[in-house]
């Protein structure tokens, strides 16, 4: 079990570079399937969450190679359709398997996704979408059986009763070998979205609406490789900018923009934080805190739920209360008891939401990782907190975020890491 051994209180200074996102490097990584030529994604995270993926690939008998910052998929011949339990078992983004699978094998055999616990994450709208595609389920307890079905591949109109952005990045790739047009309506809209659609088309699908709520799509009997980059992770920067924000630092964000940004960004900015680009770098900093009346997580362009862990300890340290309300998961909160042993005032009003008094003078501790984003928010309290803290079961963390040692020591933080 690995963890991170930080001495709080030093002034956040220097540059770093965000890595790529991660939710786009997954769909895109599982697109790859859908041809038979060799597809590269690059600005690819060294993190866990790729290496379950690339096992993943390895028990589909698909070959792969990893270099420095790059991944190369070839999935010439694709030997099974079934997706492992222990490896789907530990994150939730497996489950973008299982549209490719279908389109390219007709089959997919697999088990309840895992990932973080952090609510009841039902994989129902993944499944009633594949459905309405012309796809055949059964299931036998935590198993799932699909197969196509003698109405797969004709044209129709989908509505999702919810704008999942897994469920809606899994259609997409099941219609993408489908000659035909579907409408889906009521999709996500997130950036990683918008980075899967532009890889599929020029692979050699149709889409029209990329980044907005219908998306219709035509595909092609036959998809050619390609050679993609994806973004960077907005969540990172947004992580990286409050720790700017509460150590009183200055950082550079390199090679960035903040075009797009708006959703994380805006709310950032009422609480005090100042984004001034200059040559292609961001520079962040922060005079003062403020709290702000509330912040309601939301489907994108909203705040992103990801980032609602750490804006918890960003309002830590602001003079006022401020209300925060994740409306999507239940257990998105119940890290606070944490923050509250390590002095922080804060009241949870429900499991969605929780009410911050601010500023809090926060004192280290010896912390557990109950998930990736709330690790990652340990972390930040653990950087503002008076003495040493110990955040335990750090590999979590490591599912999400690149090299956060590395990148915390090039900003002048006392961290280290303990295998």
Not at 133 to 147: C, T
Not at 169 to 184: C, F, H, Q, R
Request: net charge neutral; hydrophobic share 45%; proline share 4%.
């Amino acid at each position: 079990m690995a963890k991170y051994i930080i001495q709080g209180g030093t002034r956040l200074k220097g540059k770093i570079k965000i890595s790529g996102n991660k939710n786009a490097v997954l769909p895109c990584l599982a697109a790859a399937l859908l041809t038979e030529e060799e597809v590269v994604i690059r600005n690819v995270p060294d993190i866990s969450d790729v290496d379950v993926f690339l096992e993943i690939f390895q028990s589909l008998g698909v070959k792969t190679e990893r270099g420095d910052g790059f991944i190369k998929v070839h999935a010439g011949k694709v030997s099974s359709f079934l997706l492992p339990e222990e490896l789907s078992s530990k994150l939730r983004a497996s489950i973008l398997f299982v549209g490719p699978l279908l389109a390219r094998l007709g089959s997919a055999e697999f088990s309840h996704p895992g990932g973080d616990v952090i609510g009841k994450r039902s994989i129902e709208a993944h499944i009633q979408g594949l459905i309405d595609l012309g796809f055949e389920f059964e299931r036998e307890d935590r198993k799932y059986f699909g197969k196509r079905g003698d109405k797969a591949f004709r044209s129709c109109r989908i509505f999702l009763e919810e704008a999942s952005v897994t469920a809606t990045e899994n259609l997409l790739l099941a219609a993408a070998l489908s000659p035909v047009t579907i409408t889906l309506q009521n999709c996500a809209q997130e950036p990683h979205i918008v980075d899967l659609c532009n890889m599929l088309v020029e692979m050699g699908v149709s889409i029209k609406g990329i980044g907005s709520s219908l998306i219709i799509i035509t595909g092609a009997g036959r998809l050619k490789g390609v050679d993609f980059s994806v973004g960077i992770d907005y969540v990172e920067f947004g992580t990286y900018a409050i720790a700017a924000g509460i150590t009183g630092g200055e950082i550079e964000i390199e090679k960035c923009t903040l075009v797009g940004m708006e959703p994380v960004i805006n709310p950032l900015k009422k609480m005090g934080l100042e984004f001034i680009p200059n040559n292609g770098s961001i520079f962040i900093s922060a005079k003062k805190i403020n709290p702000i009346p509330k912040i309601i997580t939301n489907i994108w362009p909203g705040f992103p739920t990801d980032l609602m862990s750490v804006v918890i300890i960003l309002a830590s340290q602001a003079e006022g209360v401020s209300l925060l309300h994740d409306w999507m998961y239940e257990s998105r909160m119940f890290f606070v008891d944490k923050l509250i042993s390590m002095g922080a005032h804060m009241t949870i009003a429900d499991p969605h939401r929780v009410l911050v008094y601010g500023p809090s003078k926060l004192m280290g501790r010896n912390l557990e990782t109950p998930d990736i984003r709330a690790g990652m928010a340990l972390v930040l309290a653990a950087l503002v907190a008076k003495g040493e803290s110990i955040i335990n079961r750090a590999e979590l963390i490591d599912r999400g975020y690149e090299d956060v040692v590395g990148k915390l020591l090039a900003l002048g933080a006392n961290i280290k890491k303990i295998d």
